[in-house]
């Protein structure tokens, strides 16, 4: 394809996502299409015309998670000025694996993380240009793997007798790091994200989801930490890697974080990841910080992550992932022998990026988050924020006033889970899960409502509910209230034909039901 | 922005996009920046215009790897179908991580990926429509876990004194898991990419860069492997996981697949994974498929990687990666409880990707490939490709026609790897290798030139050469001799001025050759 047919053919892109937003409300939120429809429909033969064929195959095939009526999972929301940048960015791709790659790209991501410091509140010491800490757009797998060596680190200080500083226990013997890594264990709790115990998996270690109380409203507390700790340590095991999570994917539930810090703080050799990939872009409104606790974060935090494409507005991926201290990063991600490391480099006066994440190459997205920032300022993400605020606390007081539902936990920010509780009658907990799976199963057989289920487990129960999620920018209260209505109207079905219903319960509550564990 | 904001910007940027590849081969394939340049002009507040800061601010901070005259590394091309593919792609940005998150996601990845099965000629075991094996865009680290995972399966069988199938080994007991994970081995060569040494240091395993010998090309044999892996083995170690490379970075050698595939069959633990990062876009092409042992990766290979955003038109990132065995990844990655898992997921009627990869979300990456492979073909690819290989070809005309320049290694499909030896003088081996980086030194200052440098370490020698990577789809012949000309236009003047030169060699060349670990 040459220039001119380029701009011609990027014209009719540009035309056709047009299209695809001024009739995206008139569509339902979700395909109607079984698996294997695509793989049926297009000749295994890779020469025909194209354009034509993404909205004849793909677009049916498509989840609108830009669709006013998305309440499930979490907003994916992505906005035009984000689809501009990603046009921008291909345009001059490149792997971005050191700054000579493309000295743009690589510091470009450096001001856009640092004015993300500014705008949550992020303790400074966040900021790459302390020159000591410091965000990248990445996975924050590299958490647990950098708390891994530092935890390395640290017993071959110890095994010095405090000859060594930490600085200087680089070289951890092998000996000692074959002794001691099967011993390491990570924590978090049972709301904790799936990706903990993957993070677990995919090194080989040990993970303890530790139990919440549904009186602290499915918040891990800092003495059940402490219990395990102590119960792990007395068996000869090595604590090295804490999760607090800031808005739990079931619940919104917000960690105890001083509390699961001063825990941290007493052992040398644990690290405290703080996890607030969908709630922590809240910190950008004054008056959720405090409850969000902020302030703990930033006293307690070894690594903080936040997901803007989430509730951001930033097209997925951009994942910000901040470290108090870089070296944990590089000391365990750089391969680049010693004898050519740059002083540059080291410093952070030229950062290689490929030395903070696990690829070698990175794409170009710190444009997609200028993009953004810069168009929406401060203001316009806060006015985003507290808009799925808004809707949610609408949402609440539907519920309340509702009869036969009941809200399960305190709504968190755009969250708001709740359940089918007949009024006037007894039910016991295991009946109100049955009946609230049947509800679900039918809101899954409607094509205009996506809502994810979750089964939300502590010491004293074990809850089926469903997720309200709200945040989505293309939001109306008018799509809260109608999705709402069909609920209610569902529910009103069931209670009459509960019976029938029963008998389709199963696959559906299976299928179904996996997702919850990657929400 | 609202929908006519974003057509008239959407057109904007397709012009701003057209501007740049009309001028493109007038601007230097590298910028003329200093660390800092961006953080230094842009305030740090984010409230302003946009668009044109792009041209402004990040234009002049990119390298131009889209440049005809880009020879550095290796190449990265896109192509004008792959950046439409993006604009689609973000228009309906979701997460895809499981096929409900967006049938067409994870449906289009498996016809493409199927699709270049039989491009490249890969063994039917390989698409995903043979239930067993199949495909995934995404990081090869995942072979080296799910190697791990089946070595720690085979032992626990072997514990079981066969009584447990290797499918029926998935529970391994933590003791044996504890007791063997720190013996466990990886292998590769001294010529393997760094990513083999990051994968160990990820993994907190053991990685052996075995050597390799000039007489042999630098490619890796099998005796070499059999004698570490007997060593190991004595040692009491366990030898899991071996990398066998087709397109060494360094000079584009073919490991012999055959003889260190046998080594690894004697061994029940181990996995054999085929690295062809660069050089497998070329197994579409029949006349390389033999001297590239496509038969020998087709019987051997329990995983194989290939990367179309290098040599292949497709922009970063779409690493093409292939198992043999699928159940190797989901056994190694799934966290979906027992209880939740569906017949479906597991047989792949629906494939949910999140548990072939590390991460949970995923882009839309394969529509990148569809719109490629649609718009070129098969033909379209192949004379991409022989362009590449026909430009080396002319190159190593150039290089040995000129007197005072030498072939180090046996060109490989578009790469080139040469020396200065300047005629009728006697030189030692570190004489040459240090004139040879005042050479490279010299044409990392020249703007319009960029090659990387490589250490070339054999059992017989350490040699400092040049490489010239080949294969950008811009690159005219004129581009080649171009260069070419330049370098020796430097070369002569080095000769002339070889102490003057002497002086300023250190400091380029230690920043310089960090890169070449990461090429």
């Not at 994917?249 to 007493?266: H, K």
């Not at 469903?466 to 109608?482: E, H, N």
């Amino acid at each position: 394809m040459d220039i001119e047919e380029f701009r011609k053919q990027g014209y009719a892109a540009v035309d056709a996502i047009c299209e695809y937003y001024a009739t995206l409300q008139q569509r339902t939120v979700k395909p109607d299409v079984q698996p294997g429809y695509l793989i049926k429909s297009l000749p295994c033969q890779p020469f025909a015309a194209i354009a034509a064929d993404f909205q004849t195959h793909i677009l049916p095939g498509i989840t609108h998670w830009q669709h006013g009526k998305f309440f499930a999972y979490f907003p994916a929301c992505v906005t035009f000025e984000s689809i501009l940048a990603d046009m921008y960015s291909s345009s001059v791709t490149n792997p971005g694996f050191n700054w000579t790659c493309s000295p743009a790209c690589t510091e470009l991501e450096q001001v856009t993380l640092d004015w993300m410091v500014a705008i949550l509140g992020l303790d400074p010491i966040f900021l790459t240009s302390s020159g000591q800490g410091g965000g990248i757009i990445s996975s924050a797998l590299t958490a647990a793997i950098g708390a891994r060596e530092r935890a390395l680190r640290v017993l071959t200080r110890q095994a010095s007798g405090g000859a060594l500083s930490l600085d200087d226990a680089i070289d951890v013997p092998a000996q000692l790091r074959e002794e001691n890594t099967p011993k390491l264990v990570m924590y978090g709790s049972t709301q904790t994200h799936s990706l903990g115990a993957k993070a677990a998996k995919i090194l080989g270690l040990a993970f303890r989801a530790l139990p919440v109380h549904a009186a602290d409203n499915y918040a891990l507390r800092g003495a059940t930490l402490a219990a395990a700790v102590d119960e792990d340590i007395a068996a000869g095991l090595i604590p090295f890697f804490a999760i607090g999570t800031v808005g739990t994917t079931s619940t919104g539930a917000v960690d105890y974080i001083a509390e699961i810090g001063a825990v941290v703080r007493r052992h040398p050799t644990m690290f405290l990841h703080i996890d607030s990939a969908w709630a922590g872009v809240a910190y950008a409104l004054p008056e959720e910080r405090e409850p969000l606790r902020l302030a703990e974060v930033n006293e307690y935090a070894d690594s903080f992550c936040t997901n803007m494409h989430k509730w951001g507005l930033v097209g997925f991926d951009c994942s910000l992932f901040y470290v108090r201290e870089r070296r944990d990063l590089t000391e365990a991600l750089d391969v680049t022998p010693a004898f050519l490391r740059t002083k540059e480099g080291d410093e952070g006066n030229v950062i290689d990026y490929r030395n903070w994440q696990l690829a070698l190459g990175r794409r170009f997205r710190s444009i997609k988050l200028w993009f953004v920032l810069r168009s929406y300022g401060v203001e316009g993400l806060q006015k985003h924020l507290r808009e799925g605020i808004e809707h949610c606390r609408e949402l609440e007081n539907l519920v309340t006033a509702s009869p036969n539902f009941e809200i399960v936990a305190p709504p968190s920010l755009s969250l708001l889970d709740f359940r089918l509780v007949p009024a006037n009658t007894s039910h016991t907990e295991a009946e109100l899960n049955d009946l609230n799976r049947d509800l679900h199963a039918r809101l899954v057989m409607h094509p205009d409502v996506h809502l994810t289920q979750t089964l939300l487990k502590s010491v004293e129960s074990e809850i089926f509910c469903i997720r309200f999620a709200m945040g989505q920018s293309r939001t109306t209260l008018d799509d809260v209230k109608t999705v709402w209505a069909i609920v209610e109207a569902e529910a009103a079905r069931l209670l009459l034909k509960r019976k029938a219903v029963g008998e389709l319960t199963n696959g559906v509550e299976v299928v179904d039901a996996a997702e919850v564990v990657v929400v």
